[in-house]
């Protein structure tokens, strides 16, 4: 598991867009369920992400090769990814193994990794995690965090140091 979605969507009157998921930790968790239209609505975003990232980046891949698909995931992602604040949301690609500072996990994305990662260790698929947070003010946050399992041939550019193109490796120094 190397990269998440995770997309923070605003529920109460207060639009918390915008808003990196680090620079909100003044929320804490409440015992309510998600709400269904919010949760369908982070579903939704992290499955068009999901696709859209994955159809660039395997389709320049494929045509110019891993280089070019770095340079991809590194610049044009980044830009797809903020496209989601014009809806109301702020999603943020995190990992564990980290080419981006940016893209460090705060606390509860952390504590979302490590759950993914005892999941594949065990065998089983991991799933989603959502969880309403609620500010000093009472405004409601839906946090919603999402893997994306990584393809055999995500690979090229996220596989071992040792196995990638060398122009891969050189441009990642």
């Not at 929320?27 to 309510?32: F, K």
């Not at 494929?62 to 044009?76: M, P, W």
Request: with cysteine; net charge positive; aromatic share 2%.
């Amino acid at each position: 598991m190397r990269r998440l979605i995770v997309v923070w969507l605003a529920l109460g009157a207060v639009a918390l867009a915008g808003c990196a998921a680090s620079r909100l930790p003044a929320l804490r968790p409440v015992d309510v369920p998600a709400p269904e239209p919010a949760l369908a609505r982070a579903r939704a975003a992290a499955d068009s992400l999901t696709k859209g990232l994955a159809g660039l980046l395997f389709s320049t891949l494929e045509k110019e090769g891993a280089v070019a698909a770095v340079r991809v995931c590194s610049d044009v992602a980044q830009s797809v990814t903020a496209a989601y604040a014009e809806e109301g949301l702020t999603v943020r690609r995190v990992g564990t193994r980290l080419r981006n500072p940016a893209n460090r996990p705060d606390a509860r994305e952390a504590a979302a990794l490590a759950r993914f990662a005892a999941a594949m260790a065990a065998g089983n698929p991991p799933g989603e995690v959502s969880e309403v947070l609620e500010g000093s003010d009472g405004s409601r946050v839906l946090a919603y965090v999402r893997p994306i399992v990584l393809q055999t041939k995500c690979g090229a550019c996220h596989g071992p140091r040792e196995g990638l193109d060398a122009g891969v490796r050189a441009l990642l120094r």
